[in-house]
C-alpha cells in the first residue's frame, strides 16, 4: 500500500504553514467568506502578523495580491463623483496601513476581521486627504491682516537650506539604486504621487503598485535609520 504524505494536515497550526501555502489557505478563506461560506480567518491573521511583526517580504506580496481588490473596491466607493484616481488612492491605502498599522496594533486587533477594518479606514483616510488636497488655498490677498515682510531673515533661510542639504544627505546614503534615487527626488522634491511617478519613468516602474513596493522598502530602511531618527528628534544637522 502506497504512503501518502498530506503536505499539511487539517489541524496543523496556522503559525507553522510554510508563508506559500499560508497563502493558499488564506486565499481560499477568502473566497468562502465571500461566497457567504464559513470561513477559518486565522490564516489571514497570521499572514498579516508575518508581514507586519515579522517583515517577511513574502508574506506582503501575498496580502497584497490577496486583498488589493477590496481595497480597490473600497477606493472606488470614496471616490464617487469625484476626480480622485482610485489607483493612486490604493497604493497612499497600503503605505498609510505599513507605516502606521504596528505589530502592538495586531496585537490588540480581533482577528483577521479587525485589521481589514483597520485596512479599510486606511482606504477612507486617504480618500479625506485626496478631498483636502483638492480644496482652494486660502489667498492671502484676500485677508484683511496687514501682509507681513515676505522676505525670510537670512540666518533662517541659511540655516532652512543647511537642514535641507542634510537631510538629503542621510537620504542619499540610503538609496541602493537608481530606482529608489528617482523615486526619491520625483515624490519627495517633485511632490508627485505614485501614478505619476509611474507615468513620468515606466520604464522603472511597470505599474503604481510597483512604486508602492520600492515606496515601502525604502521607508522600511529610512524608519530604522539612527542618524535620520536624529534628524527629525533635534531638527538640526
Known amino acids: 500500500m502506497a504512503l501518502t504524505i498530506e503536505l499539511e494536515a487539517p489541524s496543523t497550526p496556522s503559525e507553522?504553514?510554510?508563508?506559500?501555502?499560508?497563502?493558499?489557505?488564506c486565499s481560499e478563506e477568502v473566497a468562502r467568506y465571500r461566497r457567504g461560506e464559513a470561513c477559518d480567518d486565522s490564516?489571514?491573521?497570521?499572514?498579516?502578523?508575518?508581514a507586519v511583526v515579522?517583515?517577511?517580504?513574502?508574506?506582503w506580496q501575498s496580502l497584497h495580491g490577496i486583498f488589493n481588490e477590496q481595497v480597490h473596491s473600497w477606493c472606488r466607493l470614496a471616490t464617487l463623483g469625484r476626480s480622485t484616481d482610485a489607483e493612486e488612492l490604493v497604493c497612499v491605502t497600503w503605505e498609510k496601513f505599513w507605516l502606521n498599522f504596528t505589530p502592538a496594533k495586531l496585537a490588540a486587533a480581533s482577528g483577521g476581521p479587525g485589521v481589514l477594518r483597520y485596512l479599510k479606514m486606511c482606504a477612507r483616510s486617504a480618500a479625506i486627504d485626496a478631498a483636502r488636497s483638492r480644496a482652494p488655498a486660502f489667498s492671502?490677498?484676500?485677508?484683511?491682516?496687514?501682509e507681513a515682510d515676505r522676505k525670510p531673515v537670512l540666518s533662517e533661510a541659511h540655516a532652512e537650506r543647511e537642514a535641507h542639504a542634510c537631510f538629503w544627505a542621510i537620504v542619499n546614503d540610503t538609496l541602493r539604486?537608481?530606482?529608489?534615487?528617482?523615486?526619491a527626488y520625483l515624490m519627495y522634491e517633485r511632490g508627485l504621487r505614485s501614478c505619476e511617478v509611474q507615468a513620468k519613468?515606466?520604464?522603472l516602474f511597470p505599474s503604481a503598485s510597483e512604486v508602492y513596493r520600492v515606496t515601502r522598502n525604502l521607508?522600511?530602511?529610512l524608519k530604522r535609520n539612527r542618524a535620520l531618527l536624529a534628524w527629525f528628534e533635534d531638527d538640526r544637522c
Do not use: G, H, N, W
Not at 507553522?16 to 489557505?25: A, I, Q, Y
Not at 492671502?140 to 491682516?145: K, M
Open 54 to 59: 515579522a517583515r517577511d517580504e513574502v508574506a
Open 201 to 203: 519613468r515606466p520604464d
Open 140 to 146: 492671502l490677498d484676500e485677508s484683511p491682516v496687514e
Open 219 to 221: 521607508l522600511d530602511r
Open 16 to 25: 507553522l504553514v510554510p508563508t506559500d501555502l499560508l497563502s493558499k489557505r
Open 177 to 183: 539604486d537608481d530606482r529608489e534615487r528617482v523615486l
Open 43 to 50: 490564516f489571514s491573521f497570521e499572514l498579516f502578523r508575518r
